[in-house]
């Protein structure tokens, strides 16, 4: 794709630089803008612009002023400059501003098509002009490389073992070596520049046509040569070529093999080929079981990657599936008591540290995703503002237990992004969790967002006064399993490894800073703000404290505690509820009841749950149905599986309750966008 070309807009109304920017708006230009002849200077510092559209009328320095500064500059002086002006031009003016620089006068309001059909005649100008320039470099280093190549080859040729002559098409010798003068006696200057056939009284060389086939064979020929004193030399003699822009040059090389007997050199080069051979058999040897052991590792390898992550889903799940009874049993309480404070207490202790668990396990398999390159992005529009005061809402508690004070400042404007919204508040939890758990009471904790002007990336910093982090640990802090302090931390040192790798995956980075021991600490994150154009704003109203229809559930759960709690919480919102525990219990329910929704684990005891939506679409017939998968497998496979399956969402064990009622609102929604409301049950 071709660089978009640079084009500089100046107006002193922000107004106008916007009506600028709509009518030039195009993928081809790169638009600039400046609000006035300073920011205008400062840009064509920095920037190469293919014109600049200006307006006269700027308060300070005028247009004209700022197109003469604009010419006195050697880089500058040839940018072509389009006035703008709200006034019909006098003689005087006009002349003033071409006296300064300009092309072009247009008046406004501007019309848009004049407006782009002068701006691209200057954009194809300057694009030309460039490619000229490339051309010319281009040109200029071919003839410098070809100067040093044949530099490079009279060297060559001089230092060759062999004697060496170059002999151009009109068989001339253009170049003879230092080695050509010692075997035959005859000094250079009495052969250069003359014809090839001078070497007769000397050697008796095949014709051009015979020395073509010799060349074109590889082979050697052997000559007898007389020296220029009449003793006589046995020769081997190679013929080559060489290419230049000169030309085609044949290259003669002649050898003194006068210390070499035949029956030495046909034993010598029968031993070479035997050697040659033998080399090359035992390279194969060595090579073929080289491969045979490379494959073997790779097969083991994939092996114990595959055995891991089966052990490891399967050791998540069987985690993760009692905590959902647990979650369930805790709201059960608080929803059907009067609890008092101490037991709300209580029991939200235990709803923290079954999440903690579950944070825990999530852990270990991303690191294990990481480590066999399958952790997967769902990318999503999203507020990275809003992101972080939700991960803040969550650990609130914790702050307040410490009694931290807290300064927020969530200043960025460039907060809107395409991100995976749950890995991204991953990030910011795993920070904001890491200053809490390294502050004592009352320290203070900041929290700020803002942009990076130079890169317009969207910053997140969290600051703590903390214990701080000595500077000899800052660099293997991101590591796996590495913690900063040793004995004093707690968890498994794996969420700022995570969150790093997180960072990266969406094309930003995190850093960690601090002065040292007992000087707190600082984690930034960098995050490339969102392309505007690829966003399209699509928002739902959706009224606060919406109770969701009553629904008729196919609940397929055969954890007996989980299905118990969930079918208690489900039926207390006012839906009905058919529990079964295995496939074949769920296909019966389906052929004897009407249902709306399916809530399915997908281990069971005879079968999967991905195998029980097409059966219970197909039983739904024409009726809008969703399906909802409960699972402890919670891998990007077994995501993907659900969604090819059908289901709507897939929830990873243990599931809170409150993001259950929002995804049967949303089901309840989406169904009766399907069908009307008058189709589903009250």
């Not at 290419?243 to 040059?249: A, H, L, N, V, Y």
């Amino acid at each position: 794709m071709e660089t978009p070309t640079t084009i500089l807009l100046v107006d002193d109304d922000l107004k106008n630089l916007l009506v600028l920017e709509t009518i030039l708006e195009s993928p081809d230009y790169r638009l600039i803008k400046a609000g006035g002849a300073d920011e205008a200077l400062l840009a064509l510092m920095r920037e190469d612009c293919a014109a600049i559209v200006m307006d006269v009328r700027m308060p300070g320095m005028s247009g004209i002023e700022l197109a003469h500064l604009i010419k006195q500059r050697r880089r500058t002086k040839l940018i072509p400059i389009l006035f703008l002006t709200a006034h019909h031009y006098e003689d005087e003016q006009i002349v003033l501003g071409y006296d300064a620089g300009a092309v072009d006068y247009l008046t406004k309001p501007v019309n848009p098509a004049i407006l782009r059909s002068k701006v691209a005649v200057f954009v194809e100008l300057f694009r030309k002009t460039a490619e000229l320039g490339e051309l010319n470099r281009a040109m200029e280093s071919e003839i410098q490389d070809r100067k040093m190549a044949e530099e490079q080859f009279r060297l060559v040729v001089e230092a060759a073992p062999n004697g060496m002559i170059v002999v151009g098409e009109d068989e001339t010798i253009n170049l003879v070596n230092s080695r050509m003068e010692a075997i035959f006696g005859f000094d250079r200057g009495e052969l250069i520049g003359r014809r090839l056939e001078t070497l007769t009284s000397c050697i008796a060389l095949p014709d051009k046509k015979e020395r073509m086939q010799f060349k074109e064979g590889g082979a050697q020929l052997e000559l007898s040569g007389v020296r220029k004193d009449g003793t006589s030399v046995p020769i081997e003699t190679i013929f080559g070529h060489y290419q230049s822009g000169d030309g085609i040059f044949e290259l003669i090389s002649f050898a003194d093999i006068t210390q070499r007997k035949n029956n030495e050199r046909i034993l010598h080069e029968a031993y070479a080929k035997l050697e040659i051979q033998n080399t090359e058999l035992q390279r194969a040897a060595r090579d073929r079981e080289l491969r045979l052991r490379a494959e073997a590792a790779q097969a083991q390898a994939e092996a114990a990657n595959n055995a891991k992550d089966r052990f490891l889903a399967m050791l998540s799940h069987e985690l993760r599936t009692p905590l959902s009874p647990v979650l369930h049993a805790v709201t059960l309480i608080q929803e059907e008591n009067d609890c008092p404070p101490s037991m709300v207490e209580l029991l939200d202790i235990i709803r923290r540290n079954v999440q903690l668990e579950s944070r825990l396990i999530d852990d270990l398999l991303d690191v294990a995703r990481i480590g066999n390159n399958k952790l997967q992005l769902h990318l999503e529009w999203a507020d990275a503002n809003d992101l972080l005061r939700r991960a803040f809402e969550i650990c609130e508690h914790d702050i307040l237990e410490r009694k931290l004070e807290v300064k927020m400042d969530l200043a960025a404007q460039n907060s809107l992004m395409e991100v995976d919204s749950a890995r991204i508040q991953q990030i910011f939890w795993n920070l904001i969790t890491n200053a809490v758990k390294y502050s004592g009471p009352g320290a203070t904790m900041s929290i700020r967002t803002y942009d990076d002007k130079e890169t317009g990336f969207f910053c997140a910093r969290v600051s703590d006064t903390g214990i701080g982090i000595d500077p000899g640990r800052l660099d293997g802090i991101f590591n796996a399993f590495e913690q900063a302090h040793g004995n004093r931390s707690k968890g498994l040192g794996l969420g700022l490894t995570i969150s790093r790798v997180l960072a990266e995956l969406h094309g930003g980075t995190i850093e960690a800073s601090s002065d040292g021991a007992g000087k707190g600490s600082a984690f930034t994150l960098r995050l490339p703000k969102a392309d505007q154009k690829r966003f399209q704003a699509r928002t739902i109203a959706t009224p606060r404290n919406q109770v969701v229809r009553s629904l008729r559930i196919l609940l397929v759960e055969d954890h007996v505690d989980t299905a118990a709690s969930l079918e208690r919480l489900l039926k207390n919102l006012g839906h009905s509820v058919v529990s079964c525990a295995s496939c074949s219990e769920a296909l019966k329910a389906c052929e004897e009841h009407t249902f709306d929704v399916m809530l399915s684990d997908i281990g069971l005891p005879d079968g999967n749950g991905w195998d029980l939506m097409q059966p219970f679409l197909t039983a739904a017939q024409d009726r809008p149905v969703t399906g909802i998968a409960l699972s402890g497998f919670g891998t990007s496979e077994d995501i993907d599986k659900s969604k090819a399956a059908g289901f709507y969402r897939h929830l990873i064990k243990p599931i809170t309750f409150s993001v259950l009622q929002s995804c049967l609102l949303e089901c309840s929604k989406r169904m009766e966008l399907v069908s009307g409301p008058d189709l589903l049950p009250h």
